[in-house]
């Protein structure tokens, strides 16, 4: 099971960026796709932004919300995915998760349910 620590998280006034971090626990880090999801109050959680595993290229995915603001990237030195977000709205207010799938295609993490997740970390952007 993977074991994941999800940070960066904060308030900011709309219009301004955050880098949200992920740290995973495991060996073949490289072998997962890492998706970022959120849930604001009285939400379901929803799909966010989806890396896939490292092979000769990688493919990102992202929810219509937020295309062309956030950009996902990973670090396998570091085990770390990351969630730049600009141009933030009040409506990107959440608790930020992530999570893994070995082997996944990004675009799958968008459709699968998830069991396993870390702590989140808050979002709250004020208007």
């Known amino acids: 099971q993977v074991r994941l620590v999800e940070s960066g998280g904060g308030l900011v006034q709309a219009g301004e960026s955050l880098r949200l971090s992920c740290a995973a626990s495991?060996?073949?880090?490289?072998?997962?796709?890492m998706g970022w999801f959120r849930q604001a109050p009285g939400k379901e959680r929803e799909f966010v932004a989806a890396?896939?595993?490292?092979?000769?290229?990688?493919?990102?995915y992202y929810a219509d919300s937020v295309k062309g603001r956030f950009t996902i990237s990973r670090d396998n030195t570091k085990n770390t995915v990351y969630l730049q977000m600009n141009s933030l709205k009040p409506e990107d207010t959440a608790v930020y998760y992530c999570?893994?799938?070995?082997?996944?295609?990004?675009?799958?993490?968008?459709?699968?349910?998830?069991?396993?997740w870390g702590q989140g970390t808050q979002v709250t952007v004020s208007s």
């Open positions: 999570n893994a799938d070995q082997w996944a295609a990004a675009q799958l993490m968008a459709q699968r349910n998830y069991n396993n």
């Open positions: 495991v060996r073949t880090f490289s072998t997962y796709t």
């Open positions: 890396i896939s595993f490292s092979w000769s290229t990688t493919s990102t």
